[in-house]
């Protein structure tokens, strides 16, 4: 019978609001809203590798830019008569741990040979000018964040940047843009780093800075703008264009959080080539120059003991192989929990 | 394809072009000259050798006598070397750098693809884990580390291998093999994620259900398909390896060109460091290019044409 | 397929071990019969062209594979080469040479006078552009054709027949014989050199030998090569070695590495080696004619600092700033020893008494540290100059060694009141043209004898010498080395005095201030007998190496 329309009897209770908190259940969204963020943040916790990384990573940050304050050891005072110390922990009785030493096939009080009275001792032992090594890796450990932190902000400026305008511009800026990309990207880094190195008479900082920011960041130009390209022409950035917004603003309140995945994953890439790099460079001597350290001129300096002291190379080398590993696997966590496809 | 790989090879030359001049003008900022000692040397004698490296004349001049050079296969004259050409150093030097090179890639290549083929086929079990560890080793462990243990411990302390030096194929093992564990960390990466994907998609599991073997899937299928893609890694790989081969070529003591490189920057050793600049990009340039094509050629849905990206 | 392959590159890798196992063990048979030893060197081998060599590789090479006049021998002593007799005339201003008839190169042909004119004619000759042409400085002409203002053939040089050699000085030079142990001072055969055009010496094959041992498998830039006997050497029987194999080796570990593997007979050691090398029978510390030294730019452009610089007071206190004994002793610890004085220890001795030439020079307050007085002149001087404060910049190399020093000498210097340093280390070349155009506040130099005479190093600081970069100014030291260069030249022990003046009126002074004296720590293993070590010019003489 209700099969036929015309027997359809509507009253005026019929046309009453539905009760709001009742709704169809189909329509409830069983998981509790997240933002972009909070969805990462979750998915990034549940990836174990990745979220012991990224502790591992708090830690060395506040270990290297606030060590200092708890760990009060000059990372340059020297001590000569203290020089190429093992390390000594007090109280620590393991070969390798309390200041003794292999030399000439007989084990020796290292401390007891250099005169050291027993209040002296350090963690780490001492570098051939008596300088603390565990101050020194902690500040290497930090001019190697410093240039992981600069490495990141010439790819947000400059990557983002270019790869945004040429991406946004399109026709014959983007063209031209592009074949800037390619001419740069065409030639080693390794290359630009060594001619910098060799432009900047001071070695240092400087140069690694200048060839990085050459460089590094045509991988990131050409991810945003392959991304910008796609979202251009997207409905919601389409609607901002009608509305009369301006192209930084949509630039900026639009496109931003859209690429910001593509923008952190590949910046997790960034950070550990940077380091090697700079670690590299200072290895073969045209890095950071002395009394400054870095990991690659601790290991480079390492290298020549490390028959007898292999702990001036193990050490600083462990935390490089460390902060490399724990860019490298937050990358990877970071892939996967911003990845759509691997939504669980 | 005709039209591409002319425009392509314009780019290169374009990429070279641009290489030469701002090396050529970075390194005529620098202090440092061909003489040995400056001080002893009467003002006619410093014009003599001066005029002997070429750097009597006005820059401008030097500069288009060096670029013209460059058609004609000349690099000027090493500084650190007396009479001897930039362009014989790098003959000379490359043969052991290019085998050490391919050894590298070789080997590299085809143990990440089995370690990276053996991730992505045991997904999440203890040889998945093992695999990933090592391929992340591969790449946070700097090759200058990784030769020094190598040549301690498998060099000196057990003798296996030589320790150091350049006469036999026995000697390119350790170098070789300091060498090939960034290619073989990122080849394997790259198979796993790929396989991954692959090996969940549909034709795979129609294979599967057609009743074929794990290991006709794996090689018929699975592993062809992730190592198209693979080609174009091999550029970046390369890449890597130059860097790697100065040092490792120090340590071993290997007279290849990234060793030399090394000194020259040490040295002040203009003109090396220039005509090395210009070889490594050039060699980059190529091999993209080479890539690029091979790429195409393997990969029917790429077709190489002029326009777009 | 994995699998396969996999089992192919293991298959590949076992059997290149199988080879390097027959390769070991080949080489340990063959050195039963033969007499071989493996050295090892730092850095290439740029030329074998003996008017261009200016390095200690290339000298070292050239020096065992030619001869001279004479040869080098131990503690400096000369000995005989090619010249068989030498008459001295003319009040010291000529020297005539009669040469031995048996003399050969290694392609059958007779050394002759004229080897030794055309050599020496080009290595004056400025279109070879020789950058060691000025040692030549002394005999006749030979300033003015480097200049291009007189001809090659105007030098003073004569052969007088095949077997007479006739120099003509224009002035006496006191250790003209010593000179001419010197490479750029060898014969040169024409017809070779004329062949290989500017391939001359860019190869083992593009040159010809007369000296102890010949050189083959060097192509111009590879990093092994081999000295094989020289088989036309007139003197063959005094050498005892078949082959001397040669490999570059940058890295110190990698040098250890290989001597402790049995494939290097001799290396190099870093101070971290050398302490735990010390008692090790193969341990052997090679002094040198070295001496590392300050120099404090007294023309700095800095008037401030230029000032300071001319105040004695601050010149002495900088120098009892710096514990050298902790500093040779721990910092460096590689055999170097405190510098007795500028000059170098065993380098020359008193021609009368035998003593040392820095025993007789002595000057205790140029290198002596004393902290407590060291605070006190500096007080005193910086009050004497009206400052408080100072800020100077320490320039040196970028080696590790030179990055040790700065390190050291900076941390030694900054407990001076109001004194800060900042260091400059750049590389070698960059600091040497710095050095010579005054750029620089205090810079570490150093300075190698060519010769083994005091004078090699005393000139340097005359007020005039393009190598004294801190403008060190004694109207007094600029006579004494006039005497001893001149009026002097021909008296062996007036001259002494002359120069054991010169150099205790420098640390007087304090014109410079000594650090150190470099040594060189080997492992050499003590079956190698009968190497002669020089401490000035080449490392080592070869010809009379053996094994046991």
Known sequence: MADNPKDIQLTSADFAPLDKQAGPDNERIAAPSLTFGQDVWRRLKSNKTAFTSFIILVLMFLIAFGGQAIYHHDPNAQEPKYANLPPKIPGVNIHGLNGHLTQSGQDVDAYKQAGAGSNVHYILGTDYLGRDLLARIMYGTRISLEIALIATLIDLTIGVGFGIISGWKGGRVDLFMQRVIEVLSSIPQLVVMVLMATAFTKTGMASIIAAIAITGWTTMARLTRAQTLQLKNQDFILAARTLGESAPKIAWKHLLPNLSSVIIIQTMFTIPSAIFFEAFLSYIGIGISSPQASLGTLISDGQKNFQFLPYQMWYPAIVLIILMLAFNLLGDGMRDAFDPKSKR | MRKYLLKRIFYLFLTLFIVATATFFLMKLMPGTPLQNEAKLTPSEKAAILAQYGLDKPVWLQYFIYIGGIFKGSLGLSFQFSDQAVSYLIGSRMGPSMQLG?????????FGIILGAIGAIRKDTWAD????????????????????????????KTGWFPVAGWSGFAYTLLPTLALAASPLAETARFIRTDMVDVLSSDYIEL??????????????????????PMVTLIGPLAAALMTGSMVVENIFSVPGIGEQFVKSILVNDYPTIMGVTIFYSALLCLLLLLTDIVYGIIDPRIRLSGNGD | ????????????????????????????????????????????????DLSKSTDVVSSDMLNNTNEGLYRIGKNGSITPGIAKATKISNGGKTYTFTLRKNAKWSNGDKVTAKDFVYGWQRTVNPKTASQYAYLYSGIKNADQIVNGKKPVSSLGIKADGDYKLVVTLDKPIAYFKKLMGFVNFYPQNESVAKKYGSKYGTTSTAMVYNGPYKMTGWTGTNLSWTLKKNNDYWDKKAVK?????????????????????????????????????KTNKNYLVRKTAS???????????????????????IRQALSYAINRNEYVKNTLGDGSTVAKGYVSQDLAKNPKTGKDFTDDAYVASGVTYNQAKAKQLWKEGMKEIGETKLNIK???????????????????????????????????KTRLQRSQNGNFDTVISAWNADFTD????????????SYNNGRYNSAEYDSLIKKAEGTDANNASARWTDMVNAEKQLMNDQGVIPIYQKAEAHLTRTNLKGIIWNTAGTNYNLKYMSVK
């Open chain 2, 102 to 110: 391919g050894q590298a890639l070789v080997v590299g290549i085809i």
């Open chain 2, 129 to 156: 884990r093992l695999a990933t560890i090592l391929s992340i080793l591969g790449i946070a462990v700097p090759s200058f580390v990784l030769a020094i243990l190598l040549q301690y411990y498998l060099g000196l």
């Open chain 2, 207 to 228: 294979a599967k259900a057609k009743g074929l073997s794990k290991f006709g899937i794996v090689y018929h299928h699975a592993l062809r398909n992730s190592l198209i």
């Open chain 3, 1 to 48: 397929m994995n699998l396969k392959t996999a089992a192919k590159v293991t298959a590949v890798a076992g059997a290149s071990l199988l080879f390097l196992a027959a390769c070991g063990s080949k080489n340990s048979s063959s050195s039963s019969s033969k007499a071989t030893a493996n050295m090892t060197m730092s850095a290439e081998l740029p030329t074998m």
């Open chain 3, 241 to 277: 070695m078949d082959s001397i194999k040669y490999q570059v080796v940058k890295d110190q570990s990698t040098g250890l590495n290989l001597f402790n593997s049995n494939k290097a007979d001799d290396t190099t050691l870093s101070s971290q080696q050398v302490k735990n090398y």
């Open chain 3, 291 to 313: 001496t590392f030294y300050v120099e404090l730019n007294r023309k700095d452009s800095d008037s401030t600092i230029a000032k300071a610089f001319k105040n004695k007071k």
């Open chain 3, 394 to 428: 320490l320039l040196s190399d970028d080696t590790d060694g030179a990055k040790k020093s700065t390190e050291y000498i900076q941390g030694a210097w900054e407990k001076l009141p109001g004194l800060t340093v900042t260091n400059q280390n750049v590389p070698f």
């Open chain 3, 454 to 465: 005091p004078i090699s190093f005393l000139s340097l600081f005359t007020s005039d010498n």
